[in-house]
């Protein structure tokens, strides 16, 4: 188990100065009860498959350069994923399938993310999510996807600058989106747009923009029922990516 520090509140997040001393604070942050146990007791029943393997079990960094012109982000980090190997959509099927996505469209390296040193790298692109220890059922309460928003409020702030698309991934990490550059002072159109695929706004601040993409989120339930299939995880990362001005190799 991992060594017990002093319990860290999202509260007291404050202002970094960059992504390397946020991601410092975050993975000492033990600020909500259920989700802190849950990832820990995970961690040691594990599943058989990784039984060898000693598990992260602690808040999940976003993933990719701290200047990234695109965002992705997602829900939570899998319980056996990337609460065991400490890196975003790696180690299952949800980011195997996005992975593959994004290499087929030339934003990642490689189609594989197997381990958070497996020399995986992201081309202008960066991954992160609402919520950064793994829910039961992938399902936070409000009161825990409140507590963890600073630690997105703190990230999106200091990527603001560099970033110019958002993929959203489910209308969890879309809602989270808007209500967290509205909270950074970007204007959101009103009435707030709702979360389809496909679905694209655009918020404003000064004489800054983003565009948010929906896609509809990587999970099994998705990509194995073909709700979500490779080309349409494509489309959407490919126009997201030549929006925000990147080498893009996707379909149009
Ligand atoms: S979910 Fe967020 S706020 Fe809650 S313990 Fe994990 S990092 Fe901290």
Same mark, same amino acid.
């Given at each position: #188990?991992?060594?017990?520090?002093?319990?860290?509140?999202?509260?007291?997040?404050?202002?970094?100065?960059? $992504?390397?001393?946020?991601?410092?604070?975050?993975?000492?942050?033990?600020?909500?009860?259920?989700?802190?146990? %849950?990832?820990?007791?995970?961690? !040691?029943?594990?599943?058989?498959?990784?039984?060898?393997?000693?598990? %992260?079990?602690?808040?999940?960094?976003?993933?990719?350069?701290?200047?990234?012109?695109?965002?992705?982000?997602?829900?939570?980090?899998?319980?056996?994923?990337?609460?065991?190997?400490?890196? #975003?959509?790696?180690?299952?099927?949800?980011?195997?399938?996005?992975?593959?996505?994004?290499?087929?469209?030339?934003?990642?390296?490689?189609?594989?993310?197997?381990?958070?040193?497996?020399? $995986?790298?992201?081309?202008?692109?960066? #991954?992160?999510?609402?919520?950064?220890?793994?829910?039961?059922?992938?399902?936070?309460?409000?009161?825990?996807?409140?507590?963890?928003?600073?630690?997105?409020?703190?990230?999106?702030?200091?990527?603001?600058?560099?970033?110019?698309?958002?993929?959203?991934?489910?209308? @969890?990490? %879309?809602?989270?989106?808007?209500?967290? @550059?509205? *909270?950074?002072? %970007?204007?959101?159109?009103?009435?707030?747009?709702?979360?389809?695929?496909?679905?694209?706004?655009?918020?404003?601040?000064?004489?800054? *923009? !983003?565009?948010?993409?929906?896609?509809?989120?990587?999970?099994?339930?998705?990509?194995?029922?073909?709700?979500?299939?490779?080309? #349409?995880?494509?489309?959407?990362?490919?126009? *997201?990516?030549?929006?925000?001005?990147?080498?893009? *190799?996707?379909?149009?």
């Amino acid at each position: #188990m991992v060594g017990r520090r002093t319990s860290r509140s999202p509260g007291g997040v404050g202002r970094f100065h960059d $992504l390397a001393e946020l991601d410092a604070e975050l993975i000492e942050c033990r600020a909500c009860p259920r989700l802190v146990a %849950w990832r820990e007791r995970v961690a !040691i029943e594990k599943r058989a498959a990784f039984a060898d393997q000693e598990y %992260w079990q602690r808040p999940v960094p976003g993933f990719g350069p701290d200047d990234a012109a695109l965002l992705i982000i997602g829900l939570a980090p899998a319980a056996h994923g990337a609460n065991r190997t400490g890196r #975003m959509f790696t180690g299952d099927r949800s980011g195997d399938f996005l992975f593959a996505a994004l290499h087929a469209v030339g934003l990642a390296s490689q189609s594989e993310s197997i381990s958070a040193d497996d020399g $995986l790298r992201l081309y202008g692109t960066r #991954m992160t999510a609402p919520v950064r220890c793994p829910p039961p059922q992938n399902k936070p309460t409000v009161a825990e996807r409140d507590r963890c928003a600073s630690w997105l409020h703190a990230e999106l702030e200091l990527l603001a600058p560099t970033v110019r698309s958002v993929v959203t991934l489910g209308s @969890f990490g %879309w809602a989270a989106t808007l209500r967290t @550059f509205g *909270a950074l002072g %970007w204007e959101v159109p009103r009435p707030r747009p709702k979360f389809a695929h496909g679905a694209t706004t655009t918020l404003t601040r000064d004489d800054a *923009a !983003i565009e948010v993409f929906g896609c509809y989120h990587v999970s099994q339930h998705n990509t194995f029922t073909g709700r979500l299939t490779p080309q #349409m995880a494509q489309e959407v990362l490919a126009a *997201a990516g030549r929006h925000a001005g990147l080498r893009v *190799a996707g379909p149009e």
